[in-house]
């Protein structure tokens, strides 16, 4: 078969080597920008409820009476992204080995994305090899809450944030030693602030 030029409305091929610049620019304008996390002493509209307070840098600063953070459904959208509400607000699970912090290895806190609770520490994460970040304790017994949950026809108990009943995820009882605790949380759930 002989040879056959390419068509001249062919594009060149700085194009292509431009494309990723472009594209770039593109998800820098369309790139939702992380809110600041409430503290979390705020207190909201709901019951006092007993939690413990840490500093940015991971200090405890004891037990205090904070009210419950209660929102409508309509301010909860508001608030957080499509994925953060379908995950926090409505159950959801995100995909494992591809959300933000299931390799994560950074020294600080894990606060919850809606209210800014601190709910685990660095101290506690382990590799599970489920996918999520996994944790052998929270960071303080008052600060998350449980409950049984049956969906999908299974038996699991279903871990909440304490302040604004945020889904984190689950806890099973397949955890190292000492606590033989797994919370397997997801990673939309939380955010991550690095100790100072």
């Not at 509209?45 to 309509?74: H, M, W």
């Not at 302040?163 to 397997?184: E, I, M, N, T």
């Amino acid at each position: 078969m002989p040879f056959e030029p390419l068509p001249s409305n062919r594009l060149p091929r700085r194009v292509f080597l431009l494309m990723p610049i472009a594209f770039g620019g593109m998800v820098a304008l369309f790139y939702r920008q992380e809110r600041t996390l409430p503290e979390a002493a705020q207190g909201g509209l709901g019951p006092p409820v007993p939690l413990v307070l840490f500093s940015t840098s991971g200090v405890c600063q004891g037990t205090r009476q904070v009210q419950k953070l209660l929102l409508t459904e309509a301010e909860w959208h508001r608030q957080l992204t499509s994925l953060e509400y379908a995950i926090t607000r409505q159950g959801g699970t995100e995909l494992a080995f591809t959300n933000r912090y299931w390799n994560h290895h950074g020294l600080g806190l894990y606060r919850c994305v809606c209210c800014g609770n601190a709910l685990f520490r660095s101290q506690d994460k382990f590799n599970s090899g489920t996918g999520w970040p996994s944790f052998s304790a929270p960071i303080a017994p008052e600060n998350v809450d449980t409950r049984m949950d049956k969906s999908l026809g299974l038996q699991r108990r279903e871990v909440l944030c304490r302040k604004c009943d945020a889904h984190l995820g689950h806890v099973f009882d397949d955890g190292p030693p000492p606590s033989g605790a797994r919370y397997c949380v997801n990673s939309v759930a939380l955010r991550f602030t690095a100790s100072v």
